[in-house]
């Protein structure tokens, strides 16, 4: 079955990113002392890239065309981290990301990770990154049998460049792995890509 997924796409990415807006002036807000939740917003972002990989007895490999809002949460205080040059980031990431191949179709869903990331050089962080993702996959494979329910397991790293008070550009590297962790009724062999993803954040 064939998707317009390039009309979903945009609809998709402007929705979630609208409803993040309100959490933006709340990021700035400090408790009654002055000092900061253990857990608060502190990046909104969108992004996209390029992934490749292959699917069994498919002559042509495939190739995805990510598209992402990111939203990450401020975590040094929930684990105790004062270094000023390090952040724990808790991190959602709903995404719709468009496939192409021998069979054409998208994957949609929302990732729920950890992004750490460390000052190397002022303006510029390394950071890696981890997620699963429960998604939909809209194509028929060998490895995971019909259409349907899975996960987007996602792990990388890269580097974020704050170009600007409160911008900042990032990019990077990720190896991706989808599987429904047999908790479907069909063949769970499992696809492994890579991507290279790049996108613009707000900082608070």
């Known amino acids: 079955m064939k998707y317009h997924s390039s009309f979903l796409c945009p609809l998709f990415f402007v ?35 390029y992934a490749w990989g292959s699917l069994k007895g498919n002559d042509q490999d495939m190739s995805i065309y990510p598209a992402f809002v990111r939203i990450g949460f401020n975590a040094n205080g929930l684990f105790g981290i004062k270094s000023r040059k390090s952040t724990l980031q808790l991190t959602l990431e709903p995404f719709v990301n468009i496939v192409s191949g021998s069979e054409d179709g998208v994957e949609a869903g929302c990732g729920f990770g950890v992004r750490y990331l460390h000052e190397v050089a002022s303006p510029v962080d390394l950071f890696v990154e981890a997620s699963v993702a429960p998604m939909y996959y809209s194509i028929d494979t060998k490895e995971q049998g019909a259409a349907g329910f899975n996960f987007l397991d996602q792990f990388g790293a890269g580097l974020q460049y704050r170009f600007a008070p409160g911008k900042a550009l990032f990019a990077g590297y990720r190896f991706r792995h989808i599987s429904h962790a047999g908790l479907a009724d069909r063949s769970n062999d499992g696809i492994n890509s890579n991507a290279i993803v790049a996108g613009f954040s707000w900082l608070y």
């Open 15 to 49: 929705f979630v990113f609208a409803m993040s807006i309100p959490f933006r002036h709340a990021a700035a807000e400090s408790l009654p002392d002055g000092g900061k939740p253990a857990v608060y917003l502190n990046e909104t972002g969108i992004g996209s890239g």
